[in-house]
Every structure is written in C-alpha cells, then in structure tokens.
C-alpha cells in the first residue's frame, strides 16, 4: 500500500524554525517528484514548494521563497522541508504528495499530484 506520512509539525514561535519529514512506504520515492502544500482554515489548499524526482530541480512560492527550502534524502525515502524565518501567516496543515510525473509549469498546482499524505499540522504564534 503506497503511503507517506508527515511529521515535525507543531507549535512555534514567529521567528522561528521547523523542519517537516515525508517518509514513503509500500514505494520507491525517489521515482517520484514530491510537492508540499498547505492549507489555513476557511482557504484553498496551496502549493509551497516541490523538488524533482533526481532532487536537481526544485520550485518555491513566492510567500515562502529565501525561507523554506526542499530537499530529499532518496536513500531513506524522505523528503524534508526546512521552514525557517516563520511567520503567523505560515500556519496551517502542511501536505507532501508524491507524483510520477509533472509539468514544470504547474508544480505546485495540488491536481498535478496522485498521491497524499495525512497532513502535519504547524502553527506560528508567540
């Protein structure tokens, strides 16, 4: 059963850093290009970050660009998200999914994904 769960999420202090874990299991990750989204109560989910199959291309949005930063580690099957500088803004339910294939173009666009986990759920106040 292909799956991938979350975790590092919590509670922190604006200014603050966390880094979110993505383990896959029931596959090979690192066939795969992997996005993180996230979505804040009463709003649409939202494409954060993606990096490609091979780890050498990756894509950030322009709210979380020079903060966040994606990375992968396909010899454990993780991908991780490195959120520093936060801010109340950046609360919400953070997501990895996993897709075989994607257009660059719409990366972080959430249909362009087939698998998905549980969500982390990061919340930025003092």
């Known amino acids: 059963q292909l799956q991938l769960v979350e975790s590092g999420g919590g509670l922190v202090q604006p200014g603050g850093s966390l880094r979110l874990s993505c383990v896959a299991s029931?596959?090979?990750?690192?066939?795969?290009?992997i996005g993180w989204f996230r979505q804040a109560p009463g709003k649409e989910r939202e494409g954060v970050s993606y990096?490609?199959?091979?780890?050498?291309?990756?894509k950030y949005a322009d709210s979380v660009k020079g903060r966040f930063t994606i990375s992968r580690d396909n010899a454990k099957n993780t991908v991780y998200l490195q959120m520093n500088s936060l801010k109340p803004e950046d609360t919400a339910v953070y997501y990895c999914?996993?897709?075989?294939?994607?257009?660059?173009?719409?990366?972080?666009?959430?249909?362009?994904?087939?698998?998905w986990g549980q969500g982390t759920q990061v919340t930025v106040s003092s």
């Open positions: 999914a996993a897709s075989f294939y994607v257009d660059y173009e719409t990366v972080l666009h959430p249909e362009q994904y087939e698998y």
């Open positions: 029931g596959f090979t990750l690192h066939y795969y290009a």
């Open positions: 990096i490609s199959s091979s780890g050498g291309e990756t």
